[in-house]
Nanobody, 130 residues
Framework: EVQLVESGGGLVQAGGSLRLSCAASGFKFDDYAIGWFHQAPGKEREGVSCIDPTDGSTYYADSVKWRFTTSNDNAKKLAYLQMNDLKPEDTGVYYC???????????????????????WGQGTQVTVSS
């Protein structure tokens, strides 16, 4: 059974940092990219970042570029989202999800399209106070 379990959310002041973790099990970690998605209150879910576990290639939404960093520990089947310089608009639920790696070079085109993702975690709440 595929499982993704996020942790690390919480309440932080603007300008602060959090590190989210995503523990994966039940699938071959190297065959799937890990995406992180953000759903702000009352808004649709949107892609934040994505990482290819085979070569470490990363993709970021413009809104988080230079502030957020995604990484993997392939041996432990863990994915991370380091969030720095947090802003009130970063508030919401953060989800990790997996997508089967597409043909080489194609991941960037689907990284932020949630309908391509197969499995999702339950989400972790991040609240940034101003």
């Amino acid at each position: 059974e595929v499982q993704l379990v996020e942790s690390g959310g919480g309440l932080v002041q603007a300008g602060g940092s959090l590190r989210l973790s995503c523990a994966a099990s039940g699938f071959k970690f190297d065959d799937y990219a890990i995406g992180w998605f953000h759903q702000a209150p009352g808004k649709e879910r949107e892609g934040v970042s994505c990482i290819d576990p085979t070569d470490g290639s990363t993709y970021y939404a413009d809104s988080v570029k230079w502030r957020f960093t995604t990484s993997n520990d392939n041996a432990k089947k863990l994915a991370y989202l380091q969030m720095n310089d947090l802003k009130p608009e970063d508030t919401g639920v953060y989800y990790c999800a997996t997508v089967k790696l597409p043909a080489r070079g194609a991941l960037g085109r689907i990284a932020f399209l949630d309908y391509f993702y197969d499995y999702w975690g339950q989400g972790t709440q991040v609240t940034v106070s101003s």
